[in-house]
Every structure is written in C-alpha cells, then in structure tokens.
C-alpha cells in the first residue's frame, strides 16, 4: 500500500506561481510512476502531468505546457509539480497519483493509477 500525501496548494493572482509536492509515507518512488491530475467543479478529473520516477520521462498536458515542470527529489524522495504563469482555468483541486512503471504504463489515464492523495486546492485569481 502507498500513501500519496500533497502539500502546496493556495491562492494565487494570474501569473503567479505555485509549488505542490508529493510524497510517499514510508516508502520511496523507485519503480514507479508519478502524475499529477486535476478537477475543476463540474467538470471531470483531467491529466496534468507525469514522470516515471527511474526512467525520468515526463509527459505534459497541452495546456500546461511551458508553464508547468514535474520534477523529481531524489534525496527528498517526492515528486514536485512548479507552476509558473498561472491562469483562473488552473483553479481545481489537484492530486497526486501513483502506479508502477512497466509495460501497461499509461500515464494520461486516471483508471491505470492504483493510489491518490487526499488532493490539494489551487485557485488562481483574476
């Protein structure tokens, strides 16, 4: 059993930046995946961004591109997600999430993640 635990989130003004965290109680990353996803209210839980915590590939939603970085600490064992140039569409409640690396790996859908976190709220203001 992992246990994804986020920290990081707030109120920002667009244009802002914001530095969420996740880590994993009592145990490492090694040989897994890393993602951070996102729900708005209304609208369906979307893919952030991933990376394979040994492999290091990243993949990045469309619309975070150039403004968000997944990133890996090793010495810390969490995975961060740094993001720059907020915008109000970024407001949600974002989520870390975790499942092994290997050959089903599908990091843009939901369903293929075994573990969550409880989620941490991000808004960004006009």
């Known amino acids: 059993q992992v246990q994804l635990v986020e920290s990081g989130g707030g109120l920002v003004q667009a244009g802002g930046s914001l530095r969420l965290s996740c880590a994993a109680s009592g145990r490492t990353f090694t040989n897994y995946a890393v993602a951070w996803f996102r729900q708005a209210p209304g609208k369906e839980r979307e893919f952030v961004a991933a990376?394979?915590?040994?492999?290091?590939?990243?993949n990045y939603a469309d619309s975070v591109k150039g403004r968000f970085t997944i990133s890996r600490d090793t010495a810390r064992s969490t995975v961060s997600l740094q993001m720059n140039s907020l915008k109000p569409e970024d407001t949600a409640v974002y989520y870390c999430?975790?499942?092994?690396?290997?050959?089903?790996?599908?990091?843009?859908?939901?369903?293929?993640?075994?573990?969550w976190g409880q989620g941490t709220q991000v808004a960004v203001s006009s």
């Open positions: 990376v394979v915590w040994t492999r290091g590939i990243t």
């Open positions: 999430a975790a499942q092994r690396d290997g050959p089903g790996y599908e990091p843009l859908v939901a369903a293929t993640y075994d573990y």
